[in-house]
């Protein structure tokens, strides 16, 4: 059950688009197609963003998409807009339980 | 709307227990599995523990070392989180969460968490 590696941080300007990755193993990413994504603002609770690698839930806007390939899924937030800056974690099923990704800052420049 | 709210954080000395408590509302508990995951003060997220609809599955992170027990009373609506032997390193804010179904797939709701403080 080790942490899910992810990017300490990422920037981009308003408008441009950033990916973030999500690289685990066999036993969990690349195992399932159980990944998802949290975004969280500070002293908020996390918000569901995307789940099943790619797919959104009702509300979130169309900028935010995933993908997966192998053992590495990605986060990639187009148009990027001043409320998008906040942490975000990945998380994957893996068997019997899940497992967080370590965690990136988004920056928005 | 789908509400969750825990209950039972607090200050504890360390090698002390205390219960968490979720009470959930706006959906049928007993169709979802349901699970705790923690944050400590400035860190990520951690997956706790889960437990499937029916109870039936339940699983534990290996960084507990079998001091945890997650429980359910769908009765009640109900989650628990009963931990013993509690150290300075579980001191974070514990978030209840639902998943998408009856067993896992990903986490679609969270509470807004109940903060543990271990020290003496």
């Known amino acids: 059950q080790s942490a899910l590696t992810q990017p300490r941080s990422v920037s981009g300007s308003p408008g441009q688009s950033v990916t973030i990755s999500c690289t685990g193993t066999s036993s969990d990413v690349g195992g399932y197609n159980y990944v998802s994504w949290y975004q969280q603002h500070p002293g908020k609770a996390p918000k569901l963003m995307i789940y099943?690698?790619?797919q959104r839930p009702s509300g979130v806007p169309d900028r935010f998409s995933g993908s997966k390939s192998g053992n590495t899924a990605s986060l990639t937030i187009s148009g990027l807009q001043a409320e998008d800056e906040a942490d975000y974690y990945c998380c994957s099923y893996a068997g019997s339980s899940y497992v967080f990704g370590t965690g990136t800052k988004v920056t928005v420049l | 709307e789908v509400q969750l709210v825990e209950s039972g954080g607090g200050l504890v000395q360390p090698g002390r227990s205390l219960r968490l408590s979720c009470a959930a509302s706006?959906?049928?508990?007993?169709?979802?599995?349901m699970h705790w995951v923690r944050q400590a003060p400035g860190k990520g997220l951690e997956w706790v523990s889960g437990?499937?609809?029916?109870?039936?599955?339940?699983a534990y992170a290996d960084s507990l070392e079998g001091r945890f027990t997650i429980s359910r009373d769908n009765a009640k609506n109900s989650l628990y989180l009963q931990m013993n032997s509690l150290r300075a390193e579980d001191t974070a804010l514990y978030f209840c969460?639902?998943?998408?179904?009856?067993?896992?797939?990903?986490?679609?709701?969270w509470g807004q968490g109940t903060l543990v403080t271990v020290s003496s």
């Open positions: 099943d690698v790619n």
């Open positions: 437990i499937t609809w029916n109870s039936g599955k339940i």
């Open positions: 706006g959906f049928t508990f007993e169709d979802y599995a």
């Open positions: 969460t639902k998943d998408k179904g009856y067993s896992y797939g990903y986490i679609d709701c």
